[in-house]
């Protein structure tokens, strides 16, 4: 799977899909980066202006549940996820580091070859 089916395995594994419909901004943390599922402005939230949202995973949301997050910018623990959500975590977690890794191997050969 690539990034883009990765995090909309990781939506969809969301115990009701309400809880990102009615958040300004969703994410999650992976590797010390968010990762964006949501973002209605197309932009990242500074971090004072982000809440976190660690209720464990549970197939029925109640209704106060949402209400605290409507209109907030989140970033939803991996607690919140299924199963299925935190095996794609898993694995776009291992892809971003793949990213890195090329990434500076390219950043080493460009340099080396300016030497």
Sequence with gaps: MNREELIQEIKWSLPDKRLLDVVNFGAIKLNGE???????E????????????????KPFIQKEDIAEIQGKNVVFSPDTFSRRGLLAMAKLSNLMMEEYYEELEREHTFRGRGE
């Design 34 to 40: 968010l990762v964006v599922l949501k973002s209605r």
């Design 42 to 57: 197309g932009r990242i939230p500074q971090a004072q202006d982000r809440i976190r949202y660690d209720k464990p995973y």
